[in-house]
């Protein structure tokens, strides 16, 4: 897949759809928890010029209120570097993400300084399983930049993502 065209397509799906579904959470959803957890590798530039590969551990998850809010948790993790947060749904911060129901899916698209991910997670019709999708992006010609887990600003290149894997719970994961 051109990942140009890709995210393209991802920019687009969050610029028209987002609005479109907000509020447009399916009641099934409500009250639990979505874990997607994947992969993500390729080369990374450092500012230095340095290059070297990496493997990063990704987890995302979502909290689906009983009043159809999501709050998020990211965890990034490379060796003994780790870096995340927390968001609600009225954090302003960048880089957070955009995450919306559209019909059975759930589409998130996470920007980059360069480059963006989208993370779509679609469920089975009682919401009890779920599947998980992520491309990584960047506009034609360009570069993806993003923040590695130790923080720093790193230029990458054959970025691609694994594994991902995504599961469903009852409940608020972050309440204990």
Known sequence: MNFSYAIAGVFLLASVSAPAFAGGVPAAAMNKTITVSFAA????????????GFSTQVSRI????????????HRATQGANS??????????????GNFSFQGDR???????????RQITVTFD????????????????GGTIRRKGPNGMMYEISGASTSSP??????GNAFAS
């Open 41 to 52: 590798t390729g080369n990374a530039k450092s500012a230095d010029g340095h290059v070297k």
């Open 62 to 73: 979502i909290y689906v209120s009983s009043a159809g809010r999501l709050f998020m948790r």
């Open 83 to 96: 870096r995340g947060g927390d968001f609600d749904p009225n954090d302003a911060r960048a880089g957070k």
């Open 106 to 116: 759930l589409v998130g698209v996470i920007p980059y300084d360069a480059g963006a």
């Open 125 to 140: 019709p009682g919401f009890s399983s779920c599947t998980a999708t992520v491309i990584e992006g960047h506009s034609g």
């Open 165 to 170: 894997s995504c599961s469903i719970q009852s």
